[in-house]
């Protein structure tokens, strides 16, 4: 099935545009990807787009995993599989908590590595994103690619979310900081099977590819630097250092 055929059945149902699908459509065909993992799936839009392109390509199947309330999204995700015919290519998980519960399932059954491929768009959490880039390492094969969507997204920017009573009794510096940029630069960025960094011209999405082999201690050293000035106490740290080691 075509993109724009999907376009048809989806329309402009949220969260992925046609100029995302097609950038998504590229990236699976340039890094020949056939297994995917889905963290955040909604309407089920981009997974529709996804599987589109796997199709395409001659077979590949998707593994998505959401809250059992997409269940109750009009449409939800199994509507537009079928008006697709790409339910056959797509295993699909509700859960009531997070889907790192269904990540601990799918290690307790088989540890072994078994994806190409993760697109990460779902709690925009640390505390539950945070975890599944672990959780995703396991299960993500050696020259394996992760997707982080929404790399600047903050509850308090939110329409949908800042003035829930969630939201509204986070500390501040939660409402304001955006979690995925900081699991993408705290944890994947200084990972040392990790590489390939990159950010899309929009600056929603952030690249890392898990390493066939460990990079060298000086390129992760220039990471972690790299990281040190971006955020936090480090930076202000790091800068002392320099300071009184280089005297005016």
Same mark, same amino acid.
């Given at each position: 099935?075509?993109?724009?055929?999907?376009?048809?059945?989806?329309?402009?149902?949220?969260?992925?545009?046609?100029?995302?699908?097609?950038?998504?459509?590229?990236?699976?065909?340039?890094?020949?990807i056939k297994d995917i993992l889905e963290l955040g799936f909604r309407y089920?839009?981009?997974?529709?787009?996804?599987?589109?392109?796997?199709?395409?390509?001659?077979?590949?199947?998707?593994?998505?995993?959401?809250?059992?309330?997409?269940?109750?999204?009009?449409?939800?995700?199994?509507?537009?599989?079928?008006?697709?015919?790409?339910?056959?290519?797509?295993?699909?998980?509700?859960?009531?908590?997070?889907?790192?519960?269904?990540?601990?399932?799918?290690?307790?059954?088989?540890?072994?590595?078994?994806?190409?491929?993760?697109?990460?768009?779902?709690?925009?959490?640390?505390?539950?994103?945070?975890?599944?880039?672990?959780?995703?390492?396991?299960?993500? !094969?050696?020259?394996?690619?992760?997707?982080?969507?929404?790399?600047?997204?903050?509850?308090?920017?939110?329409?949908?979310?800042?003035?829930?009573?969630?939201?509204?009794?986070?500390?501040?510096?939660?409402?304001?900081?955006?979690?995925?940029?900081?699991?993408?630069?705290?944890?994947?960025?200084?990972?040392?099977?990790?590489?390939?960094?990159?950010?899309?011209?929009?600056?929603?999405?952030?690249?890392?590819?898990?390493?066939?082999?460990?990079?060298?201690?000086?390129?992760?050293?220039?990471?972690?630097?790299?990281?040190?000035?971006?955020?936090?106490?480090?930076?202000?740290?790091? !800068?002392?250092?320099?300071?009184?080691?280089?005297?005016?």
């Open positions: 099935m075509k993109l724009e055929q999907v376009q048809t059945v989806v329309g402009k149902t949220p969260h992925m545009s046609i100029e995302q699908a097609r950038k998504m459509s590229q990236f699976i065909r340039d890094h020949k089920g839009v981009s997974t529709c787009y996804m599987a589109a392109t796997l199709q395409e390509l001659g077979g590949g199947h998707i593994t998505t995993i959401d809250l059992e309330l997409a269940r109750n999204q009009s449409p939800n995700i199994e509507e537009f599989l079928k008006k697709c015919q790409l339910s056959s290519d797509v295993d699909i998980f509700f859960e009531p908590t997070s889907y790192n519960w269904r990540l601990m399932k799918l290690l307790e059954e088989d540890p072994t590595p078994r994806f190409d491929f993760c697109y990460l768009d779902g709690a925009h959490d640390w505390f539950v994103d945070g975890f599944a880039f672990f959780l995703v390492d396991k299960l993500l !094969r050696p020259g394996g690619w992760i997707i982080f969507d929404d790399l600047d997204w903050t509850y308090g920017q939110s329409p949908a979310l800042r003035n829930s009573p969630k939201v509204k009794n986070m500390p501040m510096d939660e409402q304001t900081t955006p979690q995925v940029r900081r699991v993408y630069d705290l944890l994947a960025k200084t990972h040392p099977n990790y590489g390939d960094f990159s950010t899309d011209a929009d600056g929603e999405w952030a690249f890392a590819r898990k390493l066939t082999s460990s990079s060298s201690n000086g390129e992760r050293v220039i990471v972690r630097e790299v990281v040190r000035q971006e955020v936090g106490l480090g930076a202000a740290l790091l !800068r002392a250092y320099r300071k009184l080691s280089n005297p005016a």
